[in-house]
């Protein structure tokens, strides 16, 4: 990552980024907080607010606050320092793990928020399993200082084990609990001071030189100045110092320590992201891998979302760019189909709200409103024939049988599944004998979302049933033998939604059986985005 060339400014300023965490470990708070000091929101508790003003208007959304989780991933930006951040949000759901993992595809770095008293949570390690595939930078957020939490050394051993990475202290708390004060910053040799009269005032922080500064004395009171003077020259002694290049391949994490509920930390990791997160990366292609410095504007879509606003029926595709400067009103070849596309109301997530994008630059995540030709793994290119790798669809671990509660409304019902494989929200198959059909989920909240959606957008109650198959492989191999493959084993045929052939089953000795009796043929779990 070093050796690279250094980027047109404008990229070089953005930083795109997830937060990965356990639900309840303090994401909102902190995403709120990111938005407030970019100016993109005047007032804290505007995103809960707004999130239930939203909430309200739909069913989909009333199951979303029951559940407390978050469906729909969005993405916003802001401006804060010389930097413009991109932070697109994960969905918070175990269940949603395929969504996650294709919206970290579109990011360069992640913020790991962990509860100070808690640790490293079960979510946070699955997430965190899912950024080390990609090797993408970590930093490290210890949240709820404020309350009593786990000792410092301790929370670092635990991720170091539990995670198996490298843990450089960026701050180092002062007191826990009701005694907490604030941090000591050792990277910039700063006493940073928690006001906790003013929950959305931002901490003082005090310019000293180094730990034998008698200004510290000042506001530090004797007893724990003295066991912060002993813990860091331990943690000096133990803990390795910052190693930038090791940041940016993922091997090591810096953590800061705070309380996002009481803005304090908060400034201080955004300025880490700022100095060590990595600006845009390069992109993952065929033929060729795509540089952000590129002039030619090419991006790929990571994520379609439907029916954002009840009242339009459009959707929006997010797609981030991979490389150059985009300007509205551009012409973009959609490599898929090698159409050209204006792309006339392109939208940015200001955290407000949407807004029309005049620009944008590498790095950054555009919506792009259309009737249903962009899809998931999509590339857009100024003409050249590329397309961005790396963006699977991962076989359903959960197959049901989908039926109208109406059988006059099939057409409808199969409409509206259509609608939701492409937003990859589902993966549905047409069988090859029989009627209906059959849906297939990574958890199994998402039947319950999707039926609630379906009458919801459609105004259709569906029934799901048990099916008699349990795992869809994709069928790959020459095309003769693919047919002479499905003419066999009709029974067990569907096609997804994009006609490609499934082989589905109950039995892994099915699937066994496949592979032994038909050498030509491969069953596969996954299948590239196309
Ligand atoms: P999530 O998105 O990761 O699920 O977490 P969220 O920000 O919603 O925070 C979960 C709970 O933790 C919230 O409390 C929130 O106020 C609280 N919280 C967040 N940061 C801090 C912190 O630094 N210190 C302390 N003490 N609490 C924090 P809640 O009671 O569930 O919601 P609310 O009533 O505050 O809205």
């Known amino acids: 990552m070093s050796n690279r060339p250094a980027l047109p400014p404008e990229i070089g300023r953005r930083r795109t980024f997830a937060i990965i965490s356990h639900p309840d470990a303090g994401k909102t708070t902190l995403t709120e907080k990111f938005l407030l000091y970019g100016g993109a929101i005047q007032m804290a508790g505007q995103v809960r607010a707004k999130g239930e003003a939203r909430r309200t208007r739909s069913d989909f959304m009333q199951m979303e606050k029951d559940r407390g989780i978050s469906v729909s991933a969005s993405a916003m930006s802001f401006d804060y320092d010389r930097y413009r951040y991109n932070l697109v949000d994960t969905p918070g759901h175990s269940d949603f793990s395929e969504d996650t993992y294709r919206t970290l595809t579109a990011v360069d770095s992640a913020i790991m928020v962990i509860d100070g008293a808690k640790g490293v949570e079960s979510q946070t390690r699955k997430l965190f399993e899912v950024c080390r595939l990609r090797d993408l930078p970590i930093l490290t957020f210890c949240n709820k200082m404020d309350r009593e939490s786990r000792d410092t050394f301790d929370i670092i051993d635990e991720i170091q084990e539990n995670l198996a990475i490298d843990v450089t202290p960026a701050s180092w708390p002062i007191g826990m609990g009701s ?6 910053d050792l990277l910039r040799d700063r006493l940073e001071l928690m006001d906790r009269s003013d929950r959305n005032r931002v901490a003082e922080s005090v310019k000293i030189e180094g730990l034998d500064d008698p200004k510290l004395a000042e506001h530090v009171p004797a007893h ?21 290049q090791a940041l940016l391949e993922g091997t090591m994490t810096p953590i800061w320590f705070g309380s996002a509920i009481n803005s304090f930390g908060v400034k201080e990791l955004m300025d880490g992201i700022g ?14 891998q795509i540089a952000p410095e590129e002039t030619k504007v090419t991006g ?54 949407r807004e029309l994008a005049e620009e944008a630059w590498a790095g950054d995540i555009i919506g792009i409103p259309n009737h249903g030709q962009l899809r998931i793994g999509d590339t857009l290119t100024e003409g050249e024939a590329l397309k961005v790798t790396g963006i699977p669809s991962f076989a359903p671990e959960l197959l049901q049988g ?7 409304k099939a057409k409808h019902l199969e409409k509206a599944l259509f609608q939701f494989a492409e937003e ?20 199994a909240l998402q039947f319950e979302v999707l039926a609630s959606r379906i009458e919801m957008e459609y105004g259709l109650p569906v029934r799901f049933d048990a099916s008699q198959f349990t795992s869809a492989r994709w069928v790959h191999g020459p095309k003769a033998k693919v047919e002479a493959f499905t003419q066999a084993n009709k029974q067990h045929i569907a096609h997804d939604s994009d006609g490609d052939v499934v082989y589905l089953t109950r039995l892994q000795w099915d699937i066994d059986r496949v592979q032994r009796d038909y050498p030509d043929i491969t069953l596969s779990a996954t299948k590239e985005m196309m």
């Open 402 to 408: 989908v039926r109208a509660g109406d059988p006059m």
């Open 224 to 244: 724990l100045l003295d066991q912060l003077r002993e813990e860091i020259e331990m943690a000096r002694e133990l803990l390795p110092p910052l190693d930038h």
């Open 300 to 353: 790929f879509v990571f994520k379609v979302q439907a029916n954002m606003d009840p009242k339009h029926r459009d959707r929006v595709a997010f797609v981030r760019l991979s490389s150059g400067h985009f300007e509205r009103g551009m012409k973009l070849t959609h490599a898929r189909s090698k159409k050209a596309m204006t792309i006339s109301a392109p939208v940015l997530f200001l955290a407000s709200d």
């Open 275 to 288: 100095r060590y997160g990595p600006e845009p990366q390069p992109t993952s292609a065929e033929p060729r």
């Open 424 to 443: 990859g929200a589902a993966k549905v198959f047409k069988p090859a004998f029989g009627s209906g059909y059959i849906v297939g989920v990574v958890g």
């Open 179 to 184: 005694d907490f004060v604030g941090c000591y």
